[in-house]
């Protein structure tokens, strides 16, 4: 399967957006009274107010990360696949692997 141009742009922005986005909110909550059992910032254990968010930052960093590489590898592959490059002939159809 190939991804056209535009959703490869799509999957690329959806991994940007994931790394502008998630550390952001990571030092947020990081810095909420209520993710520590101390009631101030590093002061006890964390709760899990913090590690609920931490894995929610965690797994969307990786889906977007992995959005982000389909995005990247339906470009070059939508890249080879142009016209441009199947008027090559026999050496194009080599490419589509």
Same mark, same amino acid.
């Given at each position: 399967?190939?991804?056209? $141009?535009? +959703? *490869?742009?799509?999957? #690329? @922005? !959806? =991994?940007?957006?994931?790394?502008?986005? /998630?550390?952001?909110?990571?030092?947020?909550?990081?810095?909420?009274? $209520?993710? +520590? *059992?101390?009631?101030? #910032? @590093? !002061? =006890?254990?964390?709760?899990?107010?913090? /590690?609920?968010?931490?894995?929610?930052?965690?797994?969307?960093?990786?889906?977007?990360?992995?959005?982000?590489?389909? @995005?990247?590898?339906?470009?070059?592959?939508?890249?080879?696949?142009?016209?441009?490059?199947s008027a090559g002939g026999a050496e194009a159809d080599d490419q589509r692997i």
């Amino acid at each position: 399967m190939v991804l056209s $141009r535009g +959703w *490869s742009l799509f999957l #690329v @922005g !959806v =991994g940007v957006w994931a790394w502008a986005i /998630w550390p952001r909110f990571g030092v947020a909550i990081w810095n909420d009274t $209520r993710a +520590w *059992s101390g009631g101030a #910032v @590093g !002061v =006890g254990a964390p709760t899990g107010f913090l /590690w609920i968010h931490a894995v929610l930052i965690a797994a969307s960093l990786a889906i977007g990360s992995t959005a982000g590489v389909l @995005g990247i590898r339906g470009w070059r592959a939508a890249r080879r696949l142009s016209p441009a490059a199947s008027a090559g002939g026999a050496e194009a159809d080599d490419q589509r692997i």
